[in-house]
């Protein structure tokens, strides 16, 4: 459960992943994923289907989801940073036409189903983002720690009153192609064990548990 074993999955990305040629099959994958965490009606195969131009009841949503994966890889590519008005508008990409304060941090207080964690007041969402993005503009030699804490961090947050968690994933993908790896996605079987890797980093501040879950999704993604 360390860096090194990253940089390992890191060496076979260098031979495995080209992020100028990601294939339809992985693209799909990540973008059902995603919505199917909250879309359990969505299907691979409609996914498969709106990504070639059919027009379905899902439609807004899986074209959102694919735009806003665009997006992160288009600044991978052209090597731009991830600022703090570059997730927002990440965030109104993925919520376009679905939340009309996409793009917005929430100015409520919110709940998660489920959690033992609350997420912060709405009052302190705009500082403790600030300390979020002061934290990702370090230099920090534990890549796997970084890229875990820029998931983590802001699903713990919850900044936005809606799609934190789908926005979150974009941000783990988007950390894992700048730093040389392929993105990830989770299968259904493995959600639970994905829940409990962010309740343990939400309440006890551990996340080793997820650093472990996210080597295991990084190396089935180079398989």
Do not use: W
Request: glycine fraction near 4%; include cysteine.
């Amino acid at each position: 459960m360390s860096t090194c074993e990253l940089l390992k999955l890191k060496e076979i990305a260098a031979n495995l992943f080209d992020i100028n040629n990601i294939s339809f099959e992985l693209k799909s994958k990540i973008i059902f994923s995603s919505l199917s965490f909250e879309y359990p009606s969505i299907t691979l195969e409609e996914v498969n289907d709106v990504l070639n131009g059919k027009s379905t009841n899902n439609s807004l949503l899986i074209n959102n989801q694919a735009n806003a994966l665009n997006f992160v890889i288009d600044l991978v590519k052209n090597n731009e940073e991830l600022t703090e008005n570059k997730l927002k508008d990440l965030h109104e990409i993925l919520m376009k036409g679905i939340l009309e304060v996409s793009g917005l941090y929430r100015n409520v207080d919110i709940s998660i189903k489920g959690s033992n964690h609350t997420p912060p007041s709405h009052i302190k969402v705009y500082d403790r983002m600030g300390k979020y993005f002061d934290y990702l503009a370090q230099v920090n030699a534990d890549l796997l720690e970084y890229i875990s804490f820029s998931h983590l961090q802001l699903a713990k947050v919850h900044p936005f009153l809606d799609g934190n968690g789908r926005c979150a994933r974009l941000v783990l993908n988007y950390e894992l192609m700048k730093n040389g790896l392929a993105p990830v996605y989770i299968l259904p079987e493995e959600r639970n064990e994905y829940y409990n890797t962010l309740e343990e980093f939400k309440v006890n501040k551990d996340s080793n548990p997820f650093k472990e879950f996210l080597l295991k999704i990084e190396a089935r993604s180079l398989n």
